[in-house]
Protein backbone atom coordinates (compact mmCIF):
# COMPACT_ATOMS: atom_id res chain seq x y z
CA UNK A 1 0.00 0.00 0.00
CA UNK A 2 2.50 2.53 0.87
CA UNK A 3 4.29 1.95 -1.97
CA UNK A 4 1.36 2.34 -4.52
CA UNK A 5 0.35 5.67 -2.45
CA UNK A 6 3.95 6.56 -3.13
CA UNK A 7 3.70 5.65 -7.37
CA UNK A 8 0.42 7.95 -6.86
CA UNK A 9 1.63 10.84 -5.29
CA UNK A 10 4.44 10.84 -7.79
CA UNK A 11 2.04 11.11 -11.02
CA UNK A 12 -0.12 13.35 -9.04
CA UNK A 13 1.98 16.22 -9.74
CA UNK A 14 3.12 15.30 -13.70
CA UNK A 15 -0.33 14.61 -14.61
CA UNK A 16 -1.62 17.92 -13.05
CA UNK A 17 0.77 19.77 -15.21
CA UNK A 18 -0.46 18.02 -18.09
CA UNK A 19 -3.78 18.40 -17.83
CA UNK A 20 -2.95 22.08 -17.05
CA UNK A 21 -1.43 22.63 -19.57
CA UNK A 22 -4.00 21.01 -22.55
CA UNK A 23 -6.43 23.05 -20.86
CA UNK A 24 -4.41 26.55 -21.47
CA UNK A 25 -4.19 25.31 -25.05
CA UNK A 26 -7.57 24.75 -25.68
CA UNK A 27 -8.31 28.53 -23.66
CA UNK A 28 -5.98 29.87 -25.98
CA UNK A 29 -7.83 28.28 -29.36
CA UNK A 30 -10.48 30.00 -28.64
CA UNK A 31 -9.90 33.07 -29.34
CA UNK A 32 -10.38 33.74 -33.54
CA UNK A 33 -6.85 34.80 -34.59
CA UNK A 34 -5.01 32.57 -32.60
CA UNK A 35 -7.46 29.37 -33.82
CA UNK A 36 -6.96 30.75 -37.56
CA UNK A 37 -3.35 30.69 -37.16
CA UNK A 38 -3.77 27.28 -35.54
CA UNK A 39 -6.08 25.63 -38.31
CA UNK A 40 -4.67 26.79 -41.54
CA UNK A 41 -0.95 27.33 -40.02
CA UNK A 42 0.06 29.43 -42.72
CA UNK A 43 3.17 31.42 -40.69
CA UNK A 44 4.54 27.80 -40.94
CA UNK A 45 5.87 28.52 -44.36
CA UNK A 46 8.72 25.32 -44.30
CA UNK A 47 10.53 27.03 -47.76
CA UNK A 48 12.11 30.10 -45.66
CA UNK A 49 15.51 29.09 -47.69
CA UNK A 50 13.90 28.37 -51.01
CA UNK A 51 12.48 30.99 -54.00
CA UNK A 52 9.03 29.72 -54.62
CA UNK A 53 9.46 32.18 -58.05
CA UNK A 54 12.22 29.56 -58.93
CA UNK A 55 10.58 26.24 -59.32
CA UNK A 56 13.83 24.38 -60.44
CA UNK A 57 14.73 24.77 -56.71
CA UNK A 58 12.03 22.29 -56.19
CA UNK A 59 13.25 19.67 -58.43
CA UNK A 60 11.22 20.72 -61.62
CA UNK A 61 13.01 21.10 -64.71
CA UNK A 62 13.65 24.46 -66.02
CA UNK A 63 10.55 26.01 -67.61
CA UNK A 64 8.65 23.01 -66.89
CA UNK A 65 6.70 25.39 -63.99
CA UNK A 66 5.31 28.65 -64.53
CA UNK A 67 5.00 31.14 -61.94
CA UNK A 68 2.16 33.88 -61.76
CA UNK A 69 -0.01 35.34 -59.73
CA UNK A 70 -4.02 35.49 -59.82
CA UNK A 71 -6.46 38.69 -58.94
CA UNK A 72 -9.49 37.29 -56.77
CA UNK A 73 -12.66 39.38 -56.79
CA UNK A 74 -12.18 40.94 -53.76
CA UNK A 75 -8.46 41.61 -54.50
CA UNK A 76 -6.36 39.40 -53.36
CA UNK A 77 -3.31 38.22 -54.86
CA UNK A 78 -3.03 34.31 -55.04
CA UNK A 79 0.71 32.69 -56.11
CA UNK A 80 0.11 29.72 -58.82
CA UNK A 81 2.19 27.40 -60.40
CA UNK A 82 1.56 25.75 -64.11
CA UNK A 83 3.12 22.25 -64.06
CA UNK A 84 3.67 21.11 -67.58
CA UNK A 85 3.68 17.25 -67.32
CA UNK A 86 6.88 15.79 -68.08
CA UNK A 87 6.05 13.97 -71.40
CA UNK A 88 5.02 17.03 -73.09
CA UNK A 89 7.79 18.75 -71.35
CA UNK A 90 10.46 17.13 -73.03
CA UNK A 91 8.49 17.14 -76.60
CA UNK A 92 9.03 21.30 -76.08
CA UNK A 93 12.59 21.40 -73.86
CA UNK A 94 14.58 23.04 -75.92
CA UNK A 95 12.05 25.57 -76.89
CA UNK A 96 10.99 25.85 -73.42
CA UNK A 97 14.59 26.06 -71.95
CA UNK A 98 15.38 29.64 -73.62
CA UNK A 99 12.20 31.47 -72.03
CA UNK A 100 13.04 34.12 -69.00
CA UNK A 101 12.49 32.09 -66.22
CA UNK A 102 10.72 33.58 -62.59
CA UNK A 103 7.68 35.30 -62.68
CA UNK A 104 5.16 35.25 -65.97
CA UNK A 105 3.40 38.74 -65.74
CA UNK A 106 0.82 37.67 -68.93
CA UNK A 107 0.52 33.65 -67.86
CA UNK A 108 -2.23 33.07 -70.82
CA UNK A 109 0.21 34.00 -73.32
CA UNK A 110 2.89 32.03 -71.93
CA UNK A 111 4.17 28.94 -74.23
CA UNK A 112 3.19 26.46 -71.41
CA UNK A 113 -0.02 27.12 -71.26
CA UNK A 114 -0.68 27.89 -74.72
CA UNK A 115 0.24 23.85 -75.32
CA UNK A 116 -2.75 23.75 -72.60
CA UNK A 117 -4.84 25.41 -74.47
CA UNK A 118 -3.93 23.76 -78.15
CA UNK A 119 -4.12 20.16 -77.01
CA UNK A 120 -8.02 19.48 -77.20
CA UNK A 121 -7.34 16.11 -75.53
CA UNK A 122 -5.31 18.07 -72.67
CA UNK A 123 -6.67 17.65 -69.36
CA UNK A 124 -5.93 19.90 -66.53
CA UNK A 125 -6.58 19.18 -62.35
CA UNK A 126 -6.84 22.34 -60.47
CA UNK A 127 -5.01 21.21 -57.23
CA UNK A 128 -5.76 22.54 -53.47
CA UNK A 129 -2.98 21.44 -51.05
CA UNK A 130 -3.82 21.20 -47.34
CA UNK A 131 -2.70 23.41 -44.15
CA UNK A 132 0.36 24.77 -43.68
CA UNK A 133 3.58 25.02 -45.65
CA UNK A 134 3.25 26.36 -49.16
CA UNK A 135 3.25 25.21 -52.65
CA UNK A 136 6.78 24.03 -52.40
CA UNK A 137 6.44 22.46 -49.09
CA UNK A 138 8.02 18.54 -48.16
CA UNK A 139 7.03 16.28 -50.60
CA UNK A 140 4.37 18.77 -52.30
CA UNK A 141 6.24 19.12 -55.36
CA UNK A 142 6.64 15.42 -55.92
CA UNK A 143 3.17 14.80 -55.82
CA UNK A 144 2.48 17.25 -58.34
CA UNK A 145 4.66 15.83 -60.79
CA UNK A 146 3.50 11.96 -59.55
CA UNK A 147 -0.16 13.05 -60.41
CA UNK A 148 0.30 13.23 -63.68
CA UNK A 149 2.34 10.53 -64.67
CA UNK A 150 -0.09 7.82 -65.83
CA UNK A 151 0.05 10.25 -69.17
CA UNK A 152 2.35 12.09 -68.80
CA UNK A 153 2.05 14.12 -72.10
CA UNK A 154 -1.82 14.81 -71.60
CA UNK A 155 -2.40 16.05 -67.59
CA UNK A 156 -1.58 19.28 -66.68
CA UNK A 157 -1.44 20.91 -63.20
CA UNK A 158 -2.60 23.95 -62.22
CA UNK A 159 -1.70 24.48 -57.79
CA UNK A 160 -2.55 27.80 -55.64
CA UNK A 161 -1.18 28.71 -52.39
CA UNK A 162 -4.10 30.73 -50.50
CA UNK A 163 -4.28 33.82 -49.30
CA UNK A 164 -2.26 34.29 -46.53
CA UNK A 165 0.09 31.23 -47.99
CA UNK A 166 3.11 31.89 -49.36
CA UNK A 167 3.53 34.66 -51.21
CA UNK A 168 -0.34 35.29 -51.61
CA UNK A 169 -1.89 38.05 -49.99
CA UNK A 170 -4.64 38.29 -47.51
CA UNK A 171 -5.63 36.16 -44.40
CA UNK A 172 -7.11 32.22 -44.53
CA UNK A 173 -10.90 32.36 -44.20
CA UNK A 174 -13.32 29.80 -45.21
CA UNK A 175 -14.83 31.83 -47.71
CA UNK A 176 -11.92 33.36 -48.81
CA UNK A 177 -10.31 29.83 -49.43
CA UNK A 178 -13.35 29.00 -51.40
CA UNK A 179 -12.77 32.25 -53.36
CA UNK A 180 -9.59 31.32 -54.28
CA UNK A 181 -10.30 28.20 -55.46
CA UNK A 182 -13.08 29.54 -57.70
CA UNK A 183 -10.39 31.86 -58.89
CA UNK A 184 -8.28 29.21 -59.99
CA UNK A 185 -10.78 28.03 -62.40
CA UNK A 186 -12.00 31.14 -63.98
CA UNK A 187 -8.25 31.29 -64.90
CA UNK A 188 -8.32 27.84 -66.71
CA UNK A 189 -12.04 28.65 -68.11
CA UNK A 190 -10.47 32.04 -69.49
CA UNK A 191 -8.22 29.96 -71.36
CA UNK A 192 -10.71 28.43 -73.45
CA UNK A 193 -10.51 24.80 -71.36
CA UNK A 194 -14.17 23.30 -70.87
CA UNK A 195 -15.03 22.16 -67.38
CA UNK A 196 -15.97 18.80 -68.87
CA UNK A 197 -11.80 18.39 -68.86
CA UNK A 198 -11.07 20.24 -65.47
CA UNK A 199 -11.07 17.71 -62.30
CA UNK A 200 -10.67 19.43 -58.69
CA UNK A 201 -8.34 17.26 -56.62
CA UNK A 202 -7.68 18.41 -52.92
CA UNK A 203 -5.63 16.80 -49.97
CA UNK A 204 -6.61 17.20 -45.97
CA UNK A 205 -7.96 20.63 -45.83
CA UNK A 206 -8.20 20.63 -49.61
CA UNK A 207 -10.79 18.37 -49.95
CA UNK A 208 -12.94 21.10 -47.85
CA UNK A 209 -12.13 23.53 -50.51
CA UNK A 210 -12.52 21.08 -53.45
CA UNK A 211 -15.87 20.27 -52.37
CA UNK A 212 -16.60 23.82 -51.65
CA UNK A 213 -15.49 25.29 -54.91
CA UNK A 214 -17.20 22.35 -56.79
CA UNK A 215 -20.87 23.03 -54.92
CA UNK A 216 -20.23 26.31 -55.89
CA UNK A 217 -19.95 26.07 -59.27
CA UNK A 218 -22.91 23.59 -59.44
CA UNK A 219 -25.01 25.91 -57.89
CA UNK A 220 -24.03 28.96 -60.33
CA UNK A 221 -26.49 29.25 -63.28
CA UNK A 222 -25.37 27.55 -66.23
CA UNK A 223 -23.74 24.64 -63.78
CA UNK A 224 -19.98 23.81 -64.69
CA UNK A 225 -20.13 19.73 -64.97
CA UNK A 226 -16.78 19.13 -64.10
CA UNK A 227 -14.53 16.16 -65.21
CA UNK A 228 -14.17 14.66 -61.68
CA UNK A 229 -14.18 15.80 -58.32
CA UNK A 230 -11.51 14.33 -56.12
CA UNK A 231 -10.65 14.18 -52.27
CA UNK A 232 -7.50 12.50 -50.03
CA UNK A 233 -7.75 12.32 -46.99
CA UNK A 234 -10.49 14.46 -46.56
CA UNK A 235 -13.41 15.08 -43.18
CA UNK A 236 -17.03 15.62 -42.50
CA UNK A 237 -16.86 18.93 -41.08
CA UNK A 238 -14.77 21.00 -38.46
CA UNK A 239 -16.27 19.96 -35.10
CA UNK A 240 -15.77 16.07 -35.98
CA UNK A 241 -12.39 16.67 -37.41
CA UNK A 242 -11.12 18.13 -33.91
CA UNK A 243 -13.03 15.44 -32.41
CA UNK A 244 -10.57 13.22 -33.87
CA UNK A 245 -7.50 14.36 -35.07
CA UNK A 246 -4.51 13.89 -33.64
CA UNK A 247 -1.20 16.63 -34.89
CA UNK A 248 1.42 14.40 -36.29
CA UNK A 249 -0.84 11.38 -35.78
CA UNK A 250 0.30 11.47 -32.05
CA UNK A 251 -1.65 14.84 -30.66
CA UNK A 252 -5.05 14.61 -29.87
CA UNK A 253 -7.16 17.99 -29.95
CA UNK A 254 -10.77 17.01 -28.42
CA UNK A 255 -10.41 13.41 -28.16
CA UNK A 256 -9.24 13.61 -24.51
CA UNK A 257 -12.76 15.22 -23.89
CA UNK A 258 -14.78 12.26 -25.04
CA UNK A 259 -16.22 11.31 -21.93
CA UNK A 260 -17.22 14.75 -20.74
CA UNK A 261 -19.21 15.70 -23.62
CA UNK A 262 -20.44 19.31 -22.07
CA UNK A 263 -17.29 20.37 -21.76
CA UNK A 264 -16.50 19.56 -25.73
CA UNK A 265 -19.30 21.41 -26.48
CA UNK A 266 -18.31 24.21 -24.53
CA UNK A 267 -14.99 24.71 -26.77
CA UNK A 268 -16.81 23.31 -29.74
CA UNK A 269 -19.27 26.10 -29.47
CA UNK A 270 -16.09 28.58 -30.35
CA UNK A 271 -15.06 26.83 -33.76
CA UNK A 272 -15.53 30.01 -36.04
CA UNK A 273 -15.76 28.20 -39.50
CA UNK A 274 -17.87 24.77 -39.77
CA UNK A 275 -16.10 23.65 -43.07
CA UNK A 276 -19.03 21.43 -43.22
CA UNK A 277 -17.86 19.14 -46.54
CA UNK A 278 -21.00 16.74 -44.91
CA UNK A 279 -23.71 19.58 -46.42
CA UNK A 280 -21.74 20.74 -49.49
CA UNK A 281 -21.16 17.09 -50.46
CA UNK A 282 -25.17 16.68 -50.34
CA UNK A 283 -25.38 20.16 -52.05
CA UNK A 284 -22.84 19.21 -54.67
CA UNK A 285 -24.88 15.84 -55.44
CA UNK A 286 -27.82 17.03 -55.69
CA UNK A 287 -26.89 19.62 -57.84
CA UNK A 288 -24.57 18.05 -60.27
CA UNK A 289 -26.42 15.33 -62.30
CA UNK A 290 -23.46 14.08 -64.00
CA UNK A 291 -20.62 14.41 -61.25
CA UNK A 292 -18.10 12.03 -61.12
CA UNK A 293 -16.99 12.06 -57.45
CA UNK A 294 -13.83 10.15 -55.80
CA UNK A 295 -12.62 9.95 -52.17
CA UNK A 296 -9.42 8.87 -51.68
CA UNK A 297 -8.31 8.18 -47.79
CA UNK A 298 -5.43 5.34 -46.21
CA UNK A 299 -6.48 3.22 -43.93
CA UNK A 300 -3.36 3.98 -41.66
CA UNK A 301 -3.90 7.66 -41.54
CA UNK A 302 -3.53 8.54 -38.03
CA UNK A 303 -3.91 12.51 -38.93
CA UNK A 304 -7.48 11.96 -39.75
CA UNK A 305 -9.38 8.79 -39.66
CA UNK A 306 -10.68 7.18 -42.35
CA UNK A 307 -14.16 6.53 -41.29
CA UNK A 308 -14.20 10.69 -42.20
CA UNK A 309 -14.31 8.98 -45.86
CA UNK A 310 -17.01 6.40 -45.20
CA UNK A 311 -19.24 9.52 -43.92
CA UNK A 312 -18.85 11.48 -46.90
CA UNK A 313 -19.45 8.75 -48.79
CA UNK A 314 -23.04 7.97 -47.08
CA UNK A 315 -24.18 11.68 -47.40
CA UNK A 316 -23.04 11.72 -50.88
CA UNK A 317 -25.03 8.32 -51.76
CA UNK A 318 -27.67 9.68 -49.58
CA UNK A 319 -28.10 12.78 -51.99
CA UNK A 320 -28.06 10.69 -54.94
CA UNK A 321 -31.08 8.53 -53.57
CA UNK A 322 -32.93 10.85 -52.50
CA UNK A 323 -32.84 12.82 -55.48
CA UNK A 324 -33.57 10.30 -57.62
CA UNK A 325 -37.02 9.85 -55.69
CA UNK A 326 -35.95 6.29 -54.34
CA UNK A 327 -36.30 6.76 -50.07
CA UNK A 328 -38.63 9.11 -49.06
CA UNK A 329 -35.95 9.04 -45.94
CA UNK A 330 -31.94 8.90 -45.64
CA UNK A 331 -30.59 5.44 -45.43
CA UNK A 332 -28.11 5.02 -42.59
CA UNK A 333 -24.33 4.01 -42.85
CA UNK A 334 -24.81 0.75 -41.92
CA UNK A 335 -27.31 0.74 -45.15
CA UNK A 336 -25.06 2.93 -46.95
CA UNK A 337 -22.07 0.91 -47.16
CA UNK A 338 -24.45 -2.77 -47.50
CA UNK A 339 -25.60 -1.65 -50.90
CA UNK A 340 -21.97 -0.13 -52.40
CA UNK A 341 -20.78 -2.41 -54.80
CA UNK A 342 -16.97 -3.45 -53.37
CA UNK A 343 -13.87 -4.93 -55.20
CA UNK A 344 -10.76 -5.82 -53.88
CA UNK A 345 -7.34 -4.89 -54.73
CA UNK A 346 -5.65 -7.10 -52.08
CA UNK A 347 -2.83 -5.28 -49.88
CA UNK A 348 -3.35 -2.01 -52.28
CA UNK A 349 -6.91 -1.11 -51.87
CA UNK A 350 -10.05 -1.40 -51.39
CA UNK A 351 -12.79 -0.07 -54.40
CA UNK A 352 -16.46 0.61 -53.44
CA UNK A 353 -18.82 2.66 -55.78
CA UNK A 354 -22.53 3.50 -55.72
CA UNK A 355 -24.73 1.16 -58.02
CA UNK A 356 -25.22 2.92 -61.52
CA UNK A 357 -29.06 2.40 -61.32
CA UNK A 358 -29.17 3.72 -57.61
CA UNK A 359 -27.00 7.56 -58.97
CA UNK A 360 -29.27 8.59 -61.58
CA UNK A 361 -26.38 9.31 -63.58
CA UNK A 362 -23.85 10.80 -61.24
CA UNK A 363 -20.96 8.25 -60.46
CA UNK A 364 -19.98 7.98 -56.35
CA UNK A 365 -16.57 5.75 -55.80
CA UNK A 366 -14.21 5.20 -52.61
CA UNK A 367 -10.91 4.04 -52.49
CA UNK A 368 -9.60 2.86 -49.12
CA UNK A 369 -6.27 2.62 -49.38
CA UNK A 370 -3.82 0.34 -47.48
CA UNK A 371 -0.87 2.39 -47.03
CA UNK A 372 0.25 6.13 -47.88
CA UNK A 373 -0.45 7.86 -44.59
CA UNK A 374 -2.05 12.00 -44.50
CA UNK A 375 0.68 12.86 -47.06
CA UNK A 376 2.10 10.14 -48.89
CA UNK A 377 -1.29 8.56 -50.08
CA UNK A 378 -1.16 11.28 -52.60
CA UNK A 379 2.00 10.39 -54.70
CA UNK A 380 1.43 6.72 -54.88
CA UNK A 381 0.78 5.12 -58.34
CA UNK A 382 -2.73 3.72 -57.16
CA UNK A 383 -3.73 7.63 -56.94
CA UNK A 384 -2.31 8.35 -60.33
CA UNK A 385 -3.96 5.53 -61.82
CA UNK A 386 -7.46 6.81 -59.80
CA UNK A 387 -6.62 10.34 -60.87
CA UNK A 388 -6.34 9.38 -64.76
CA UNK A 389 -8.77 7.26 -65.07
CA UNK A 390 -11.27 9.37 -63.30
CA UNK A 391 -10.16 12.66 -65.65
CA UNK A 392 -11.41 9.80 -68.65
CA UNK A 393 -8.17 8.75 -70.43
Not at 56 to 76: S, W
Request: with cysteine.
Amino acid sequence: MPLLQSIVAKAYYPLLAVGIFYFTCLGLLTHPVIQNNAIYMQKLKLTWRQDLTRPEQFGFAKNQVTPFYLNTTDGESIFAWHVLPLGLYMEHRDELAELETGIETNPAEHRSLQLLKDDPEARLIIHFHGNAGTLGAGIRPIYLRSLSSAHPSKIHILAIDYRGFGLSSGVPSEAGLIEDGLTAFRFASSLGIPSSRIALVGQSLGTAVTIGVADSLASQTPKQELAAVITIAGFSNMKELLQTYHIGGFIPILSPLRGYPKVRGFFESFIYESWNTTARIGSLVKNSPSLSLVLIHAKNDFEIPWQHCEKLFAYATNAAVLQGGEHAEPLTLGEALEIRKVKNYGYESTHAWWPEERSYGRTISQWLVKWGGHNQVVMSAGTSVIVSKALGL
